[in-house]
């Protein structure tokens, strides 16, 4: 497959589902269903404005974290998310927004322009050596 999210689309993204993932709180009430519904989307929303202001891309302030580590905690998060409200048995409350925002950190983290995780060409040699001794 290829990737279709350009880098700079990917940071504006980044931060406007860092901000959603932290206004679950007060969005979608979930302080009264208390626990992992409150904590996770809080957390996790957090981490990615942390990840979004380190992140070595032109919205990202420090530039320390490179992109495919970014990507890769993204898929890592966001499939989390998505499974969270099954796993914390809280989905006969509350499931749209983890599910719709953990889906969007997953689809962002896999199809973002330079990802690690499309497949890609390998430079192996043919029998799969890299060593020298295999040339």
Do not use: R
């Not at 420090?62 to 914390?88: A, E, Q």
């Not at 983290?109 to 390998?122: M, V």
């Amino acid at each position: 497959m290829k990737s279709f999210i350009p880098t700079t689309f990917y940071a504006v993204l980044n931060y406007v589902i860092a901000l959603l993932l932290i206004s679950t709180l007060w969005t979608f009430d979930t302080i009264h269903i208390g626990g992992a519904a409150l904590f996770l989307p809080l957390l996790i929303g957090w981490l990615q404005l942390i990840m979004a202001i380190f992140a070595d891309n032109k919205g990202g302030f420090l530039k320390v974290f490179p992109m495919t580590m970014h990507n890769v905690n993204d898929v890592i998060m966001g499939s989390f998310l998505m499974c969270s409200p099954w796993i914390y048995d809280f989905h006969s409350k509350l499931w749209v927004p983890q599910v719709l925002f953990g889906g969007a950190l997953f689809i962002m983290g896999i199809f973002t322009q330079g990802s690690p995780l499309l497949n890609k060409d390998h430079k192996l040699q043919q029998g799969g050596l890299t060593s020298t001794d295999s040339l």
